[in-house]
């Protein structure tokens, strides 16, 4: 334990979100903990007996967030790479791919991320001559958005013997499945440790800087590599940042290869273990056609599958998960959990708090599933911000009814299922505050829940959704992973048919949230504290 740890620090003069004083003012932190939470008067009898006094000014603390769906390094590269999500048109794309191209003359291979061909005018991804010219010929690997799909240059195909016979590749659009995973592979191979290292560390300082605490890296043979997610693990461990918990997605048929996932460091053979793909991308598993493409997506894995890994996970000890969008893909995902329950017992199922990524399209029928089985569902509410709503991706790819009933918070909650929220970043920004906002204010109306719902989902629902039921909340005992913001009005902010409602009466005994009105500011972080170590401190305050 470091000095640091050691040190007793008594926070005062602001707002403490704690359920165990909805009115408290302060805080006293020791030994990495949180020791005492209460009102200013009491915090005088503390104020002697600490080694740091911080006058809050006002500001409001909260639990740090937890992302529970992150890839660090492609966060990171993203954040010091070629970054196409703010490109308007296809043009403007071609552009700073010939910007970045020139800036980076020594680079193996060139790296992008981001780009929405929905979102252009044009209606259609840079083909792979337009890209040819805008890097002089040299290798370029640019994932959509989703990173589902990529667009590539001839030079990067050059460097993948045998591409061309595999699946999912298209001479003219982006490649997909089996021929996406092979040039991805090649491309990541050419980053050096150091470039990743690099990009590691821009991630964790983006997320801390943002109050985020934790972070749930979801790696796996078919996204990254064993080296990257090793070496982010021995980095997290080895500097100040945000903790990271680590997700390797790799089916488990036995003890030997859980044994396996456990050598990694990771907590589960979780995460991106895909049983489809993504609706942007065409690839998410349908069970009625795309409205725009005449077939029903892709299936990866199917329900003896998915059997086959939660009954070996479950017998092993471990947390075991999947990447499911589609209602298909969904299905075969219950009946899979379900046949493994009949297998080992519907209790040691449950209580491994077994995780779905992405959930997006449910029906009663899954999500009472979900609340059987105790599933633990990892969601982006950022995924509806950006394609949501009457006009967006998804009512042009499912058409507008099917589109109306993705990720439907409020009747998880209803349901009894645990909810984690996360960002599934570089696929939406690292944003808590705007996560939250994002299902408080969701596109459609019904799927709605209140913030303090929402907020509970990415701080708390995130250390559950790992096993952990005793942080991730300011009460005594609890971790000291807390960030300090300034922000406006505290507000109780909850959802009905008709509008937002807003409550500020103390009689409530609920303890206030920022007013998260779509317009308003977001809080800014002014200090984020991982296990009462500052990993983020603003400047000049």
Request: include cysteine.
């Amino acid at each position: 334990m470091t000095e640091s740890e050691h040190r007793t620090v008594l926070l005062r003069g602001g707002d403490v979100h704690s359920p165990a004083d909805p009115f408290a003012t302060a805080m006293v932190v020791e030994r990495g903990h949180v020791a005492w939470v209460g009102s200013e008067g009491a915090a005088d009898a503390f104020a002697s007996g600490v080694d740091e006094v911080i006058d809050l000014e006002g500001a409001l603390v909260t639990p740090a967030f937890t992302d529970a769906h992150v890839h660090t390094t492609a966060t990171g590269l993203a954040l010091t790479g070629l970054d196409l999500s703010g490109a308007r048109t296809l043009p403007e794309a071609l552009q700073r791919v010939r910007a970045h191209a020139g800036a980076r003359p020594a680079d193996r291979v060139l790296l992008g991320q981001g780009w929405d061909a929905a979102r252009w005018p044009e209606q259609r991804p840079p083909s792979r001559t337009e890209l040819d010219e805008a890097t002089g010929g040299r290798p370029l690997y640019l994932p959509r958005v989703d990173v589902h799909s990529a667009a590539v240059t001839t030079a990067l195909l050059d460097l993948v013997p045998g591409v061309t016979e595999l699946s999912g590749y298209h001479p003219d659009q982006p490649l997909t499945g089996a021929a996406h995973h092979a040039v991805r592979a090649a491309a990541h191979a050419a980053v050096t440790p150091a470039q990743r290292a690099t990009a590691q560390r821009a991630a964790l300082r983006r997320a801390a800087s943002l109050g985020i605490g934790t972070v749930h890296e979801c790696a796996g043979p078919e996204i990254s590599d064993e080296d990257d997610f090793t070496a982010l693990l021995a980095l997290a461990a080895a500097e100040p940042g945000p903790r990271v918990v680590g997700y390797w997605a790799e089916a488990v048929a036995g003890e030997k290869d859980a044994r396996r996932v456990r050598e990694l460091g990771a907590a589960g053979a979780a995460g991106d273990l895909f049983v489809d793909g993504s609706l942007g991308s065409h690839t998410a598993c349908l069970h009625e056609p795309y409205a725009d493409a005449g077939h029903t997506g892709t299936a990866h894995l199917d329900t003896a599958a998915v059997a086959a890994h939660v009954t070996a996970c479950t017998e092993a000890g471990l947390q075991a998960g999947f990447h499911a969008i589609g209602d298909a893909a969904v299905s075969t995902v219950v009946e899979g959990v379900r046949a493994a329950a009949e297998a080992v017992g519907l209790a040691r199922v449950r209580a491994a708090r077994h995780r779905i990524e992405h959930a997006e399209m449910l029906t009663p029928e899954t999500i009472a599933a979900f609340a059987e089985l105790g599933l633990t569902a990892s969601v982006q509410p950022a995924f509806d911000a950006a394609w949501g709503g009457e006009d967006g991706m998804y009512a042009r790819r499912l058409g507008a009814e099917r589109a109306r009933t993705l990720n439907p918070y409020a009747a998880l909650l209803r349901a009894g299922v645990p909810l984690a929220f996360g960002s599934d970043s570089p696929v939406t920004p690292l944003d808590p505050w705007g996560t939250v906002r994002a299902a408080a204010f969701h596109r459609t109306p019904e799927h709605r829940v209140s913030v303090r719902a929402a907020f509970t989902a990415h701080t708390r629902g995130g250390w559950r959704a790992t096993g952990r039921d005793d942080a991730g909340v300011l009460v005594p005992g609890a971790p000291a992973d807390y960030a300090v913001w300034r922000t406006g009005e505290l507000v109780v902010q909850a959802p009905d048919d008709r509008v937002a409602r807003w409550s500020t009466d103390p009689r409530s005994g609920t303890p206030g949230l920022p007013d998260l009105t779509p317009g308003a500011d977001l809080p800014v972080c002014l200090r984020t504290v991982v296990a009462g170590r500052p990993v983020f401190v603003r400047p000049n305050e």
